[in-house]
């Protein structure tokens, strides 16, 4: 049986910049492709914001951010038209700004 150190004994032939050329690769490999949305989830999504909105309902929301899909769960506070964001107090009243564009889904819990 060989024994040898594995991966230690290549570590230390690279140089830092190999390292972190690796580490930044493996980063990436782990990004999300953004998916296009067709026009009945558009029309699904406007109708349960506009329910959740007038009744006050608390909704998740699936948006696409720095390159992966993150998701709020919160009541909608208002919509400000001027930037095109959502803002979202959440459960332990924390706010959260979502631009329009980057919604990916809008469900009702």
Known sequence: MIRDRGRIKWVSMMLPEHIK???????????????EIDEQQLELMNMTLSEAIEFDQFVTITHYRNRNYEIVVGKIHHWDQMTGRLHIIDHFEDVHRVPITAIADIRLT
């Open 21 to 35: 050329m690796l580490r930044d690769w493996v980063k990436e490999d782990q990004y999300e492709e953004r998916k």
